[in-house]
């Protein structure tokens, strides 16, 4: 299902804004690739545009090529909607719908393509978006009682159940953990291990750490200023840039933060 | 008729003729009349307010027509007004109630008298003569259609066919009671139902409130037929009533005549008290059928003397001849004859 | 007060001893606002309770009086047994011109809603939003006398074409009136006056759907409508429930514009389109005839005010639990600005 | 969005079939011209047919279209756009035929005159004619003094109320459930009982002669007070609970936080809120013919006699017009655009003072 | 300034709910002392209780004494208000005043009370607070600009120049970058390290590398179960708590953050 990605010079504004500039990048299928950077640097802002949930931020567009294993997202006649389908995203905060059941937020986006389907398939879809998730266990029994009532971490679980129902070809997460406790961190940071053999992921992270533990490769974003755009300056094998980086600028993040 | 007003209406100078009743009005009076009710009369009172205050410049009138006859008395009894303008004279329960507010009890003093006007928009027809029974037949709905022999015969020609809609008030009122006395008295074979303040047919009847919507409706639809103040219809036509063989157009002298003719004591026992009521069998040839009288509604003996001589002397105004002209020449109405007026003056000069 | 909570503070000295720093006398600022805005929420209770009093003491000797006789002896040209046989129609009238309301305008009303909250260019929307809060403002009987000149010609073509047409379906049975003075008319004027209610209500309740749940639901391939489904709607129920329910309380209220435009009789009918055969509405009954009433006909009209009060009492206490039956939509609520 | 120019090669299920972008407004302005023009054919254009026809059968169409070339799910998006943005311009409507009905109509009779005059009569003794000017002085007058008062009351108490439910009573309190269920109540209050409560608890107090601008304005408190705290309520649960812990963390007692931080900054919302329950309450004409009565006459004294307000001037010039009918509608009119550009203008007021009231970011 | 905190045998409730249980610790004056632990586990509540802020939930009350400088927080006389003046608090998300410019952020602990200040006075008082807070430079020429329109960090340091401009004694921070970039959470930790020689400082924390860089003790909190009530595990040396632990659940917690 894990598909490549590929992005050619590629500019995002908001409206007049050019809040990130000339990024071009090539993600590998089947690989994690982090996204680091001070605050307001665009990486949400670029991850966005890998499957066109910019559009959703009024005024916000892109000039340039993203290619999903060569397909254009950008090209005429592609509808969001579907590309959508296709890379699903994670959010910082879990967001799970607060009044749907557990099972019926697993189900939320695939009963959308496929209104009558049968009890079992959806059983078996629930079941394993779960247990892809690594949430199975903990929640067999209560499937119908609602998503709000679990902890933080099993809510963020859940929203990845509920993103890998849809069965996409990429995963992009924002920050999946900046909004949970460590030992929650550390269940999600488990699961992207084990996603990876399935899905293309791509993680926004504050946390260098984080970065260095989960991806094989890791994009620093950096910004000069307040009102300038944001730009990618060094991608590389995650190593190296946390212990060899090519670019004062990255050496200066990394370390700083551990200064 | 004679006299009884004394002095020469100073400050008014239509010319005065031996028979007219005249006021003489203090013009250094001040202070406040409170009043209200009738909405009928409330063009009247306009008018008399104006005209009584280009001679008594002090005394301020508040004439408060939204309120309807009902409301008039109600809030007269309960002391809130100096005096009521009423559709109806006091009843047997308020005249009862009135002796709490003013000893002998309240006075009702006709001084105002209009018609009702049965006013209609048929494509093409201004002229229209209409037979007692057949408007009782139309309102009673039993005729529907504008070409109905019944109309055809009245009129010496046919009206182009087509439905009728009735329209009447939806809110309770002096005109309503008017009409259907009328109706109810001289109509009874074919208008079976009660006399009363509220339009009592159901059915097919568009209902409007006040006398403003049953003329915006007919107004505005087409084939209606309502009825209304002859002062408040505007330029709407309205039928010609046929009375012993004769059509009798609305007119302010066929009113008053029908005033002389058919208005009757009906006092309600206290002294003073000018109540009236139509006896429509002594109707003519020369008087309009269906006459609306409205009242004031007072008090014999006021708890403040004060107001009593303020509202002597506006309704002592009300009630002169030049005071009915007033009112003939800027709200429609027709003159009540002087026999009534020098009543009314007598009545006046009673209340302490 | 009990069960508030406040600040305890206790006598003491002044800070100027290290000791007695922390030591302070009862603050007479928060003792005096607490109170000031206890009372103001006790003189709620007081204002209700008198006007709850108020209607009891003067509907009563109507409700209890023996209709057979005196002023309330066919009254309004009908020979009522009691009270209740009179406010009877009056409040089906009430509660279907309301319903009728309700059922042309909360549709549309909500629409509106989306459309300034979903739909309309960000920036168009603020203007939108005001161009509708202004419609709020109109005053009734502008409303009132704009819905005879305007609405009454507009919609006869309307009574005729639904007539001929639906004719079969009850409602749209005739005879079609010919002055446009029906339910029909004064349903949609009624609908139009209770749309700026319900919009600018479920307008903000809308806006304040977590937009981490809008875009969860787009992330997951959800076309525009898709996601309100998933997102806005069950979020937004129980405001949506209590913003109708609130338009119906004032449909339920309205006087003026019902009384200068509906040509009413007291009886039950659902007919729309006939001049003849409106059910009367109770504000407007009492509009129309409280000026010409006697004292005891004023004491009927107050009493059937009063049986108004009892339902929207009844009303409101249904949108309260429909509103806590209706789950987490209603306790999930987190009140926040979205930036 | 831009496209590049080089298509893609779709074998991934990027694309579907779409419909041209320009689909929407070109079906609709189609269907809109071939309904009129069909009802131009068979005699008789009629605005509203006219108008629900174009709705229906575009719907039907854009949605079949759709069905067609994309697919079920857009279909249903499609007409959901369209049923929506027609509900708003079905809304705009009446707002856009009203506001030009009251402002076409009102501004044949309003000038500098009829706003600064006291509407009155003058009579020719010579002639017995009373002639009417027309005026509305008294009724700015009167709807300033009453509405101010009401306003005057019902925004303290009711923005106290509200601070009460808000900040000191706690959810399970039984006196905020009781107070705000009554709260609904109250909303459902009609208008003519509120009048009618406030002129029979003045009678109580000062006799008979109860009419005045001040009893108006009672009745208007009991209606206005419960909007007030309706919005005053929601614009303080929109302030975060992160600024009362910070200046109660300063040190800074409840009453000052309250008032200070809290009330400060929801000041905005809760203007916009009490100028929304003014006008609401403007408008008003059953409660204050009852309480008030009705003059012609000029009087600014709240407490004693009848009072003269817009809408109850446009109410009365309508339903008991003078001798001449069109004279007094074109008063009426005229007091209801007085009405509606008083509205406005508290509108634009409470803009700006809200404006200046807003928390700022920038 | 500084003072010293004795806690003894501390048990605070919600309503009914036991939150935190027999908690005693001795704070010293011009320290940094770090809470850590998972979520839940009542680090938060147990802070706002040395404040008294606790109170401002509804039900909050506690059983035991907090002395400070050996005034018991709890006494009868004892005005909260008073307390909140000696022990001030920063939150985990900035909470600048919106209506205020940043000179009135600074100087509303004064203004809220009504004390009458001349404007020299004020001014010296917002320059030192804001000098104190590491942010005189930064906003020196837009004081009166709006504080919501700083960056995050800025307006966290806005925050403690606020707390700090009425001269507590004490200052208690619940969590004050975790809202923040890594940029500003460094500025703030090179803060801490400045206030401590004039403040008493307690700050609670996710991040195990705060803790470590920033206190010089160190108190492990935890929880047995949801609906059990936290309690203090360990409370030591920063260097010992993270090196050499002497409870096992606090060495598992803290290698377990980087297992
Ligand atoms: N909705 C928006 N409208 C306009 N500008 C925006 C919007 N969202 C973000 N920006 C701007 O775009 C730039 C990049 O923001 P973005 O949120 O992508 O940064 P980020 O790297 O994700 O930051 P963080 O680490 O804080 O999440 C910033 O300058 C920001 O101000
Ligand atoms: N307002 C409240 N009412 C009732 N219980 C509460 C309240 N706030 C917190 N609790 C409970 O008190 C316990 C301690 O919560 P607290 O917020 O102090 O934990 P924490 O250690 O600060 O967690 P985190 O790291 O997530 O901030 C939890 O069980 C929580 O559910
Ligand atoms: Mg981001
Ligand atoms: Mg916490």
């Known amino acids: 299902m894990s598909k490549s990605i590929e992005v050619q010079d590629l500019n995002v504004y908001y409206s007049d804004f050019l809040a990130v500039e000339g990024v071009s990048i090539d993600i590998e299928p089947r690989s994690v690739t982090a996204f ?9 802002t670029f991850l966005r545009t890998l499957n066109r949930m910019h559009e959703v931020i009024s005024g916000g567009h ?41 099972r019926e937020n697993v189900l939320a986006g695939a009963k959308l393509n496929d209104k009558r389907m049968s009890k079992s398939d959806a059983d078996a879809l629930v079941e394993k978006s779960l247990q892809g998730a690594n949430l199975w266990n903990e929640v067999k029994d209560r499937l119908d009682k609602p998503g709000g009532g679990l902890s933080g971490g099993q809510q963020q679980r859940l929203c990845i159940a509920r993103a890998i129902a849809v069965s996409p070809d990429v995963l992009l997460m924002d920050e999946p953990c900046s909004a949970l406790d460590p030992i929650s961190t550390f269940a999600i940071e488990e699961l992207i291990g084990e996603l990876k053999s399935e899905y293309t992921i791509v993680i926004v992270t504050h946390n260098m750490q984080q970065a260095s533990r989960v991806s094989d490769k890791t994009a620093f974003f950096n910004i000069a200023g307040t009102g300038k755009p944001g730009k990618l300056i060094e991608y590389n094998d995650t190593a190296t840039i946390f212990t060899a980086p090519t670019v004062q600028a990255t050496e200066d993040y990394v370390s700083g933060r551990f200064g | 008729s004679s006299p009884s007003g004394s002095g020469d209406a100073a400050g008014t100078s239509a010319s005065p003729t031996s028979s007219d009743v005249t006021a003489t009005l203090d013009p250094n009076l001040t202070g406040t009349i409170t009043a209200g009710g009738s909405s009928a009369q409330s063009n009247a009172q306009a008018a008399w307010t104006a005209a009584y205050n280009a001679q008594v410049k002090g005394v301020t009138v508040n004439y408060d027509k939204s309120q309807g006859s009902g409301g008039g008395v109600t809030n007269f009894l309960s002391g809130a007004y100096d005096f009521a303008g009423s559709d109806a004279p006091l009843n047997a329960d308020q005249t009862a109630q009135s002796k709490a507010l003013c000893t002998e009890g309240g ?20 002229d229209l003569k209409l037979s007692g029974e057949t408007v009782a037949k139309i309102f009673a709905l039993q005729i529907t259609d504008w070409s109905d022999p019944a109309i055809t015969k009245d009129n010496g020609t046919a009206l182009p066919a087509g439905p009728i809609t009735t329209v009447a008030r939806s809110d309770g009122s002096g005109t309503t009671q008017n009409f259907t006395n009328y109706l109810a008295a001289t109509q009874s074979s074919v208008w079976t139902s009660p006399a009363g303040k509220d339009w009592p047919i159901e059915g097919n009847v568009s209902k409007q409130k006040g006398g403003s919507g049953v003329v915006e409706a007919v107004k505005a639809g087409s084939g209606t037929i309502g009825y209304a103040d002859h002062s408040a219809i505007g330029d709407l036509n309205a039928a010609a009533i046929i009375q012993d063989g004769t059509a009798i157009p609305y007119s302010a002298e066929a009113v008053t005549a029908t005033f002389e003719a058919a208005a009757v004591d009906a006092s309600n026992g206290v002294p003073g008290d000018l109540s009236k009521k139509f006896d ?8 309009y059928p269906i006459p609306l009288v409205s009242y004031a509604v007072t008090c014999t003996t006021f708890k403040d003397t004060k107001q009593s001589e303020l509202v002597k002397s506006y309704l002592g105004f009300v009630t002169s001849t030049t005071g009915q002209a007033v009112a003939a020449k800027n709200a429609g109405s027709a003159p009540l004859p002087d026999s009534v007026l020098s009543a009314a003056a007598e009545t006046l000069a009673a209340i302490k | 007060m009990t069960d508030t909570v406040s600040d305890a503070a206790t006598d003491a000295a002044t800070p100027s001893t290290p000791k007695a720093s922390i030591v302070g006398k009862r603050r007479v600022g928060d003792t005096v606002f607490l109170g000031l805005s206890t009372t103001a929420a006790v003189s709620i209770m007081v204002i209700l309770a008198g006007v709850a009093i108020f209607l009891i003491i003067r509907g009563l000797p109507a409700i209890t ?12 040209n009908r020979n009522w047994s009691s009270f209740w046989e009179y406010v009877g129609p009056l409040l089906f009238g009430s509660i279907w011109a309301a319903l009728i309301a309700m059922v042309i305008g909360t549709p549309v009303a909500i629409g509106i809603a989306l459309f300034i909250s979903h739909y309309a260019p960000r920036r168009l929307a603020g203007a939108l939003g005001y161009v509708v809060d202004l419609l709020a403002a109109v005053p009734s009987i502008v409303f009132g006398l704009w819905g005879i000149i305007v609405m009454r010609p507009l919609l006869l073509p309307v009574s005729q074409f639904l007539n001929e047409y639906l004719g079969w379906i009850p409602l749209f049975q005739g005879p079609v009136s010919t002055t446009g003075s029906t339910m029909f008319t004064g349903g949609v004027v009624l609908a139009v006056m209770i749309l700026p209610i319900v919009t600018s209500i479920t307008r903000e309740i809308f806006l304040q759907t977590p937009r981490l749940h809008e875009e969860a639901a787009l992330a997951l391939g959800a076309t525009r409508w898709e996601m309100i489904r998933l997102a806005v709607f069950p979020y937004a129920r129980s405001g949506m429930v209590s913003a109708t329910l609130l338009g119906l309380g004032r449909a339920l209220g309205e006087t003026m514009a019902i009384a200068l435009i509906i040509s009413p009789s007291l009886i039950y009918s659902v007919l729309l389109l006939t001049d003849g055969y409106n059910s009367q509405t109770i504000a407007a009954n009492i509009a129309l005839n409280f000026p010409i009433a006697t004292d005891l006909q004023r004491s009927a009209l107050i009493g059937t005010g009063l049986m108004l009060f009892v339902v929207s009492l009844a009303v409101n206490m249904l949108a309260r639990y429909i509103i ?12 926040g600005k979205r930036s | 969005m831009t496209a590049s120019a080089v298509p893609a090669s779709a074998p991934l299920a990027l694309t579907s079939g779409q419909l041209p972008r320009f689909i929407e407004p070109a079906l609709l302005v189609g269907v ?19 108008l629900i026809l174009t709705a229906v059968i575009y719907l039907i169409a854009i949605g079949v279209g759709s069905a067609i070339v994309e697919n079920r799910r857009k279909a249903v998006d499609r007409i959901v756009r369209g049923l929506v943005t027609a509900a708003f311009l079905l809304a705009l409507a009446p707002l856009v035929s009203t506001l030009w009905t009251v402002i076409s109509k009102g501004l044949a009779v309003v000038n500098l005159q009829f706003i600064t005059q006291v509407g009155g009569t003058t009579f020719d003794p010579n002639t017995l004619a009373v002639v009417a000017t027309a005026g509305a002085w008294q009724a700015i007058a009167g709807t300033l003094i009453i509405t101010g008062i009401a306003a005057l009351i019902s925004v303290p108490v009711g923005v106290l109320a509200a601070v009460y439910l808000v900040e000191y009573a706690l959810p399970t309190n039984p006196l905020r459930r009781t107070i705000t269920f009554l709260v609904d109540v109250m909303t459902g209050i009609p208008s003519i009982v509120a009048g009618l409560f406030a002129f029979s608890l003045f009678s109580l107090i000062v006799g008979p002669k109860a009419f005045s601008g001040f009893s108006a304005s009672i009745a208007l408190c009991v209606l206005m007070i419960p909007i007030v705290i309706r919005s005053t309520e929601e614009m303080l649960r929109l302030v975060p609970a992160d600024l009362r812990e910070a200046s109660l963390a300063l040190g800074v007692p409840r009453s000052a936080t309250i008032i200070k931080v809290v009330l400060r900054t929801a000041a905005s919302g809760i203007i916009t809120g009490v100028v929304l329950a003014v006008a609401r309450v403007v408008g008003e004409t059953a409660p204050i013919f009852i309480a008030a009565s009705f003059t012609d006459n000029f009087n600014s004294n709240p407490f004693e006699g009848p009072m003269q307000t817009l809408p109850v001037m446009a109410y009365t010039a309508y339903s008991f017009p003078g001798q001449d009918i069109d004279a007094s509608q074109a008063n009426a009119w005229g007091a209801a655009f007085l009405l509606v550009v008083l509205v406005v203008i508290f509108n634009l007021i409470a803009r700006i003072v809200a404006a200046l009231f807003a928390p700022k970011s920038r």
Chains 1, 5 share one sequence.
């Not at chain 1, 680091?36 to 949400?44: F, T, Y």
């Not at chain 1, 890379?87 to 967001?95: A, I, L």
């Not at chain 2, 429509?280 to 008087?287: C, F, G, R």
């Open chain 4, 32 to 50: 809109a011209v071939v309904i009129a023009a069909v009802q131009f054919l068979f005699g008789g254009f009629n605005l509203a047919v006219w």
């Open chain 2, 107 to 126: 006075v009702n003093i006709p001084i105002y008298l209009d018609g009702v006007a049965i006013i209609f928009n048929v494509p093409g027809v201004t």
């Open chain 1, 62 to 102: 892109v000039k340039g090529r993203v290619l999903i294993d060569g397909d254009d997202l950008y090209g005429p006649g592609v509808d969001p909607v579907l590309v959508r389908r296709h890379v699903g995203m994670v959010f910082q905060r879990p967001n799970p719908f607060p009044t749907m059941s557990i």
């Open chain 2, 280 to 287: 429509y069998s002594k109707l003519t040839a020369e008087t």
């Open chain 3, 65 to 76: 009086a023996n209709w057979s006789e005196g002023d309330l002896a066919g009254y309004q």
């Open chain 3, 324 to 335: 806590s039956a209706t789950g987490p939509g209603a306790k999930g609520r987190k009140r």
């Open chain 1, 36 to 44: 680091i950077g001070p605050s307001g640097c665009g990486k949400s």
